[in-house]
């Protein structure tokens, strides 16, 4: 489709896609979402701690402290599940600028390898997503002390594997960037 408008350029070389915004916020959500993660499992012990010392009658422990252990892991869950969202959409942008860039530098081909390694975040966290949900899914309003450290362990594992993730990632998305040779 042609344009009448005498403003625009006609047979302008293609700009590459700017790549600090997105590689800068990409680099921040993953680790943001590594530090979530270890946060959600922490709290996960911590509320199973606070369960046993119920259950035993630790003089100090009342059911206020018990429902505050609970929020509070529920409140790191959230939260952890929202930097997840927010570090796939950021890693969207980045794949889809590099991608872009690759095609206008000719290396399409070549820095594939990049795009695929960082995608393998998403696998790792769309498991994690289906495994918190799932698990909170099958706890009951008051889940019983092995459900608890069942679900704290699990917590721990899933914080493991996203934080080596997140390594893997920051390191990838750190390196030096598809370079497009400037038009002449």
Same mark, same amino acid.
């Given at each position: 489709?042609?344009?009448?408008d005498? !403003?625009?350029p006609?047979?302008?070389?293609?700009?590459p896609?700017?790549?600090?915004?997105p590689?800068t916020?990409?680099?921040?959500?993953?680790?943001?979402?590594?530090?979530?993660?270890l946060?959600d499992?922490w !709290?996960?012990?911590?509320?199973?701690g606070v369960?046993?010392?119920?259950?035993?009658? !630790?003089p100090g422990?009342?059911? %206020?402290?018990?429902?505050s252990? @609970?929020?509070?892991?529920?409140?790191?869950?959230t939260?952890y599940l929202? %930097?997840? /969202?927010?570090? @796939?959409?950021?890693?969207?942008?980045?794949v889809?600028?590099?991608?872009?860039n690759?095609?206008?530098a000719?290396?399409?081909?070549g %820095?594939?390898?990049?795009?695929?390694a960082?995608?393998?975040?998403?696998p790792?966290?769309?498991?994690? /997503? /289906?495994?918190?949900?799932?698990t909170a899914?099958?706890l009951?309003?008051?889940?019983?002390?092995?459900?608890?450290?069942?679900l704290?362990?699990?917590d %721990?594992?899933?914080?493991?594997?996203q934080?080596?993730t997140?390594?893997?990632?920051i390191v990838?998305?750190?390196?030096?960037?598809? /370079?497009?040779p400037?038009?002449?």
């Open positions: 489709m042609a344009s009448s005498r !403003t625009l006609t047979g302008a070389a293609a700009r896609a700017p790549l600090l915004g590689t916020a990409s680099t921040v959500l993953v680790g943001a979402t590594a530090v979530a993660a946060l499992a !709290t996960a012990w911590y509320h199973h369960a046993v010392e119920y259950g035993a009658g !630790t422990v009342w059911v %206020s402290d018990l429902t252990a @609970a929020s509070t892991s529920r409140t790191a869950g939260l929202i %930097s997840l /969202v927010a570090t @796939a959409v950021a890693l969207l942008v980045w889809a600028r590099t991608r872009a690759a095609r206008l000719g290396q399409y081909e %820095s594939g390898y990049r795009v695929l960082v995608a393998g975040w998403f790792v966290s769309l498991a994690t /997503v /289906v495994v918190t949900l799932g899914a099958l009951g309003a008051e889940p019983t002390l092995d459900e608890l450290a069942r704290a362990t699990l %721990s594992a899933v914080a493991v594997v934080v080596v997140a390594v893997a990632v990838l998305l750190r390196r030096r960037p598809v /370079v497009v400037a038009p002449r």
